[in-house]
């Protein structure tokens, strides 16, 4: 059986999402990597350069991760690019997360360039 060749163009796409929400996070990229269940920052590097992507269990850790006090990732933005990057937390200024979603949705499409 022959094994299925990744869509690069989806792989970059997915890996530049993540790496728009992981610069909204507060923490040096060590932090994070640690929060996330990675021993060092080699996972993140990685993603970043749009060389891997991160399995189920780092993405549920992701989803999970405080932003700024008011919202969390949005795991089905990450995977599919539909939908605001952010998810209010609920009783937070829902205008503090729409302005994390502007920035972040801004910040993908330079990054897209």
Partial sequence: MTR?????????????????????????????????????????????????????????????????GVAVPNLHWVLTGVGAPFLGKPGRKTALVSALCELASHAFEEDRR
Avoid: P, W, Y
């Fill in 4 to 68: 299925r060749k990744r869509n690069q163009e989806l792989l970059r796409e997915q890996c530049t999402r993540v790496a728009v929400l992981l610069s909204f996070l507060d923490g040096t990229e060590t932090a994070i990597s640690h929060a996330l269940g990675h021993a060092n920052a080699s996972t993140l590097s990685r993603v970043r350069a749009g060389m891997t992507f991160l399995d189920s269990e780092t993405l549920a850790k992701l989803g999970a991760i405080d932003v700024q």
